[in-house]
Protein backbone atom coordinates (compact mmCIF):
# COMPACT_ATOMS: atom_id res chain seq x y z
CA UNK A 1 0.00 0.00 0.00
CA UNK A 2 1.46 3.60 -0.85
CA UNK A 3 1.10 6.02 1.64
CA UNK A 4 0.82 9.83 0.71
CA UNK A 5 1.99 12.14 2.62
CA UNK A 6 -0.55 14.69 2.49
CA UNK A 7 1.41 17.51 5.13
CA UNK A 8 5.02 16.82 4.89
CA UNK A 9 7.59 18.98 6.61
CA UNK A 10 10.91 19.71 4.99
CA UNK A 11 13.98 21.05 7.42
CA UNK A 12 16.82 22.76 5.98
CA UNK A 13 19.68 24.35 7.63
CA UNK A 14 18.02 27.29 8.71
CA UNK A 15 14.57 26.49 7.05
CA UNK A 16 10.98 24.67 8.30
CA UNK A 17 9.26 24.32 5.17
CA UNK A 18 5.09 23.24 6.20
CA UNK A 19 2.05 23.66 4.96
CA UNK A 20 0.90 27.38 5.45
CA UNK A 21 -2.06 27.81 8.27
CA UNK A 22 -4.68 30.07 9.08
CA UNK A 23 -2.55 31.33 11.65
CA UNK A 24 -0.06 32.71 8.90
CA UNK A 25 -2.92 34.84 7.29
CA UNK A 26 -1.68 37.93 8.51
CA UNK A 27 1.91 37.51 7.91
CA UNK A 28 1.19 36.17 3.94
CA UNK A 29 -1.23 38.73 3.19
CA UNK A 30 1.42 41.50 4.80
CA UNK A 31 4.53 39.87 2.90
CA UNK A 32 2.69 38.92 -0.02
CA UNK A 33 0.79 42.83 -0.89
CA UNK A 34 3.38 44.04 -2.32
CA UNK A 35 3.36 44.81 -6.11
CA UNK A 36 7.06 44.13 -6.76
CA UNK A 37 6.93 40.50 -5.69
CA UNK A 38 3.30 40.07 -7.63
CA UNK A 39 4.43 40.70 -10.58
CA UNK A 40 7.17 38.48 -10.55
CA UNK A 41 4.80 35.62 -10.28
CA UNK A 42 2.09 33.77 -12.55
CA UNK A 43 -0.73 33.39 -10.26
CA UNK A 44 -0.52 36.14 -7.09
CA UNK A 45 -3.00 38.77 -7.70
CA UNK A 46 -2.33 42.35 -6.74
CA UNK A 47 -3.27 43.20 -4.11
CA UNK A 48 -3.36 40.50 -1.74
CA UNK A 49 -5.06 40.84 1.63
CA UNK A 50 -6.28 38.34 4.12
CA UNK A 51 -9.07 37.09 1.93
CA UNK A 52 -6.47 36.36 -0.79
CA UNK A 53 -4.29 34.96 2.02
CA UNK A 54 -7.12 32.30 3.49
CA UNK A 55 -7.61 31.68 -0.08
CA UNK A 56 -4.83 30.45 -1.07
CA UNK A 57 -4.72 28.25 2.49
CA UNK A 58 -7.73 26.66 1.24
CA UNK A 59 -6.19 26.10 -2.18
CA UNK A 60 -3.18 24.39 -0.47
CA UNK A 61 -5.14 21.91 1.60
CA UNK A 62 -6.69 20.99 -1.58
CA UNK A 63 -4.00 19.99 -3.61
CA UNK A 64 -3.56 16.32 -4.62
CA UNK A 65 -0.03 15.78 -2.84
CA UNK A 66 0.70 13.41 -6.00
CA UNK A 67 1.02 16.85 -8.25
CA UNK A 68 1.66 19.38 -6.19
CA UNK A 69 2.80 20.46 -3.01
CA UNK A 70 3.33 24.04 -1.44
CA UNK A 71 5.15 24.78 1.34
CA UNK A 72 5.33 28.25 3.84
CA UNK A 73 8.94 29.01 3.87
CA UNK A 74 9.14 29.62 7.56
CA UNK A 75 12.89 30.66 9.17
CA UNK A 76 14.45 29.42 12.53
CA UNK A 77 14.30 32.75 13.76
CA UNK A 78 12.47 35.41 11.10
CA UNK A 79 9.05 33.50 10.93
CA UNK A 80 7.40 32.84 7.76
CA UNK A 81 9.05 35.18 5.06
CA UNK A 82 7.84 33.33 2.16
CA UNK A 83 5.80 29.82 -0.03
CA UNK A 84 7.80 27.95 -2.40
CA UNK A 85 6.31 24.87 -3.96
CA UNK A 86 6.56 21.95 -6.61
CA UNK A 87 3.76 20.97 -9.11
CA UNK A 88 3.13 18.70 -11.99
CA UNK A 89 1.68 20.83 -14.88
CA UNK A 90 2.76 20.53 -18.67
CA UNK A 91 5.96 19.50 -18.61
CA UNK A 92 7.15 16.08 -17.85
CA UNK A 93 8.93 16.39 -14.78
CA UNK A 94 7.54 18.76 -12.01
CA UNK A 95 8.04 22.59 -12.34
CA UNK A 96 9.19 24.66 -9.41
CA UNK A 97 8.37 28.19 -8.11
CA UNK A 98 8.94 30.66 -5.24
CA UNK A 99 8.43 34.27 -3.81
CA UNK A 100 9.91 35.52 -0.58
CA UNK A 101 8.99 38.82 0.80
CA UNK A 102 10.96 42.11 0.60
CA UNK A 103 12.40 42.25 4.25
CA UNK A 104 14.18 38.89 3.40
CA UNK A 105 15.41 39.21 -0.04
CA UNK A 106 19.38 38.79 -0.40
CA UNK A 107 19.84 36.09 2.43
CA UNK A 108 20.02 33.16 0.80
CA UNK A 109 16.41 32.13 2.06
CA UNK A 110 15.07 31.34 -1.79
CA UNK A 111 17.96 29.42 -3.01
CA UNK A 112 17.96 27.39 0.26
CA UNK A 113 14.17 26.52 0.29
CA UNK A 114 14.34 25.46 -3.59
CA UNK A 115 17.44 23.01 -2.47
CA UNK A 116 14.92 21.83 0.04
CA UNK A 117 11.68 21.04 -2.01
CA UNK A 118 14.71 20.03 -4.96
CA UNK A 119 15.92 17.09 -2.24
CA UNK A 120 12.48 16.24 -1.64
CA UNK A 121 10.99 15.75 -4.91
CA UNK A 122 14.02 13.49 -5.60
CA UNK A 123 13.08 11.39 -2.74
CA UNK A 124 9.04 11.67 -2.27
CA UNK A 125 8.28 11.82 -6.05
CA UNK A 126 11.17 9.91 -7.45
CA UNK A 127 12.04 12.69 -9.60
CA UNK A 128 15.61 13.69 -10.94
CA UNK A 129 14.80 16.25 -13.19
CA UNK A 130 12.57 19.88 -12.47
CA UNK A 131 11.86 22.75 -14.39
CA UNK A 132 11.54 26.30 -13.14
CA UNK A 133 11.13 29.87 -15.10
CA UNK A 134 11.53 33.20 -14.19
CA UNK A 135 10.41 36.41 -16.26
CA UNK A 136 13.22 37.78 -18.58
CA UNK A 137 12.55 41.58 -16.53
CA UNK A 138 13.49 39.13 -12.71
CA UNK A 139 17.01 38.54 -13.71
CA UNK A 140 17.89 38.22 -9.80
CA UNK A 141 15.34 35.02 -9.79
CA UNK A 142 17.48 33.40 -12.41
CA UNK A 143 20.45 33.95 -10.29
CA UNK A 144 18.47 31.88 -7.39
CA UNK A 145 17.44 29.49 -9.13
CA UNK A 146 21.19 28.95 -10.38
CA UNK A 147 22.27 29.08 -7.21
CA UNK A 148 20.14 26.11 -6.93
CA UNK A 149 21.52 24.27 -9.71
CA UNK A 150 19.75 25.50 -12.71
CA UNK A 151 20.47 25.69 -16.20
CA UNK A 152 19.06 27.54 -18.25
CA UNK A 153 17.55 25.86 -21.89
CA UNK A 154 17.55 28.30 -24.19
CA UNK A 155 13.61 28.33 -23.98
CA UNK A 156 11.24 31.04 -23.80
CA UNK A 157 7.58 30.71 -23.01
CA UNK A 158 4.93 33.57 -22.79
CA UNK A 159 3.50 33.33 -19.44
CA UNK A 160 0.25 34.75 -17.74
CA UNK A 161 0.92 37.20 -14.77
CA UNK A 162 -2.23 37.55 -13.11
CA UNK A 163 -0.94 40.73 -11.32
CA UNK A 164 0.22 42.00 -14.74
CA UNK A 165 -3.06 41.34 -16.66
CA UNK A 166 -0.65 40.13 -19.39
CA UNK A 167 1.20 37.14 -20.71
CA UNK A 168 5.04 37.61 -19.72
CA UNK A 169 8.23 36.09 -21.79
CA UNK A 170 9.69 33.81 -19.57
CA UNK A 171 13.11 32.02 -19.30
CA UNK A 172 13.39 28.26 -18.78
CA UNK A 173 15.96 26.23 -16.74
CA UNK A 174 15.96 23.22 -15.85
CA UNK A 175 17.87 21.00 -12.72
CA UNK A 176 19.07 17.72 -12.87
CA UNK A 177 20.13 15.66 -9.91
Known amino acids: MCVIETSPVIETRRLA ?3 PQPQDVPR ?8 DIARMTCRMPH ?6 AERF ?8 PRRGQTFLIEHERLGPV ?6 MADDPCPEVGYWVGRDFWGRGIATEA ?7 TRSRWRRRAAV ?3 FADNPASG ?19 LSRGEPVETRMMSWLA
Not at 82 to 87: I, K, N, Q, T, Y
Open 57 to 64: IVDVAAQD
Open 143 to 161: RVLEKAGFLYTGERRRRFS
Open 28 to 35: LAAMADDH
Open 17 to 19: LRA
Open 114 to 120: LEGVLAW
Open 132 to 134: AGH
Open 82 to 87: GVVGAF
Open 47 to 52: PFGCRE
